[in-house]
């Protein structure tokens, strides 16, 4: 790779990375401003809920077919039409004067998100060599794992701080400049064109994915402020009717010599389809658990934004130590690693729970960093290689395949578990419904790691670490 070639593809790269930070911060950081949101706005209980469901229930609706107008299009133009309605979106939800506003907003926004992350791994794919796309997914999953973690912490400082007097507009106002930036680095190093063979929209195939996931999220979603009732339950009826629907009709469609929305032989592969499983299971754990300290400390404990987020500065430090480790630590010890990264995590929140039990909900900042800080570290060791590990068996056109639906995994992974382990947390906002939440989370990080040994140990693929990349020509 030449130094001009090496120069785009950083560009290139950097437009991904800036995408994915505004995108993952901002399924987090509402969080911490959701308190004083309902105050100033008047939000309701179902309102709340919509405010940070609306959001990732849109992404995922939105990614298989905006993978699918990407490769149509030109992942290029897909990019950069996304980027700018994003920071648009942005910009509405912060001049938002209603609850209600909000909500359409952020819907808007998820779509958006969406048209921009379903190019990333085309992108990736596109601009880097095979021996080097490990790296690249390592440190975009990085990115992606580092802002979620950093959402809260941020979301509270700029409560506290209030720069510029805007109050909690603020929270989404930041993805202005962002969003310039990554349109900016877009325009000049994204040249990827349309493919040369572009596959036709397969608006059925659209409707009925879309139809799908929508009932499914929506139930589950809507279970936590109303209960769980009959027409819930119809509805992830029907949702399974309609996937079970998309599935025959995909491979109907590859039977004809068709192009389907979704490569259902990508899952026969071993890495992808257990990854799939634990890709699913992860985000779903780790927004549930994000999502319940938030509302733990500020709505439980009666703790500040500020204090909030400086409660959570430890997790996120970890988790880029163990971040920074994990390569080498995989090369040594292969998918061992990844189970005891996670099965930490679960231990400490273990731990966790047992200080709250004892104290009564009497929080010692100083004494908990240490766990805290574990914790986080188990995350960072589990959740940045998993992605390059589940990618590492599929060819450089299953990559392109896998572009929309390796995120639309990640995000029914964060609407399902939201919806799942936090129906309970909704209604009963006690230390004892916060501990209890916590400790199913701790119980389905324990699961996850004997999940994780069945997969294939592709370290021979990985290679060593990812300073590797420097010494290469």
């Known amino acids: 790779m030449t130094r001009q070639e090496a120069t785009v593809a950083i560009g290139a790269f950097s437009a991904c990375l800036l995408s994915v930070f505004m995108q993952m911060i901002d399924v987090t950081i509402v969080n911490t401003a959701l308190p004083v949101i309902t105050t100033e706005l008047g939000a309701s209980r179902a309102q709340q809920l919509w405010v940070v469901a609306g959001y990732s229930l849109a ?8 993978a699918r107008l990407g490769a149509i299009t030109g992942r290029r133009r897909m990019f950069l039409w996304s980027a700018a309605a994003f920071t648009a979106a942005s910009v509405w939800c912060g001049i938002s004067g209603s609850a209600m ?29 095979r021996d080097h796309q490990p790296y690249a997914f390592a440190v975009y999953g990085a990115v992606a794992g580092f802002a979620g973690m950093l959402g809260p912490i941020l979301g509270g400082v700029l409560i506290t701080v209030d720069p510029f007097g805007l109050g909690w507009p603020v929270i989404f106002l930041m993805n202005l400049p962002l969003g310039i930036i990554a349109i900016g680095l ?66 109907a469609t590859r039977r004809r010599g068709g192009i389907a929305l979704v490569r259902l032989d990508l899952f026969g592969d071993r890495g992808f389809a257990v990854g799939s499983v634990l890709v699913t299971v992860f985000f779903g754990l780790f927004t549930a658990f994000v999502f319940t300290v938030s509302i733990l400390l500020q709505e439980v404990l009666d703790f500040s934004a500020l204090r909030t987020g400086i409660a959570m500065t430890p997790f996120a430090v970890g988790a880029g130590a163990g971040a920074v480790v994990s390569p080498i630590l995989v090369h040594r010890f292969g998918i061992r690693a990844l189970a005891a990264g996670i099965a930490s995590f679960g231990f400490w929140v273990v731990v966790g729970v047992c200080y709250l039990h004892i104290t009564d909900g009497t929080v010692n900042l100083l004494l908990v960093t240490g766990p805290v800080f574990l914790a986080g570290f188990g995350v960072g060791v589990f959740g940045i290689p998993l992605q390059p590990i589940m990618l590492a068996g599929l060819d450089d056109r299953d990559m392109g395949e896998a572009s929309g639906l390796l995120p639309t995994v990640e995000q029914i992974g964060n609407s399902v578990g939201l919806a799942v382990l936090a129906a309970l947390f909704f209604r ?31 370290r021979a693929t990985l290679g060593a670490a990812p300073w590797v990349l420097s010494s290469r020509r």
């Open 428 to 458: 009963a906002h006690t230390l004892g419904g916060s501990m209890v939440m916590l400790t199913a989370i701790a119980l389905v990080a324990l699961v996850l790691a004997g999940v994780t040994l069945a997969l294939p140990d592709r």
């Open 101 to 129: 506003e909000l909500v359409l907003a952020r819907i808007v926004q998820g779509v958006a998100g969406a048209g921009m992350a379903a190019q990333t791994i085309a992108v990736i794919t596109a601009t880097f060599r």
């Open 186 to 251: 877009a325009l000049k190093y994204l040249k990827i064109g349309p493919a040369p063979e572009r596959p036709p929209l397969d608006l059925r195939g659209s409707v009925l994915a879309t139809a799908a996931l929508f009932l499914l999220l929506f139930a589950l979603a809507d279970s936590q402020q109303a209960g769980w009732r009959i027409g819930h339950a119809c509805g992830v009826v029907a949702a399974l009717a309609l996937g079970a629907g998309f599935v025959a009709y995909e491979r």
């Open 59 to 66: 992404f995922a609706c939105a990614l298989l077919t905006g």
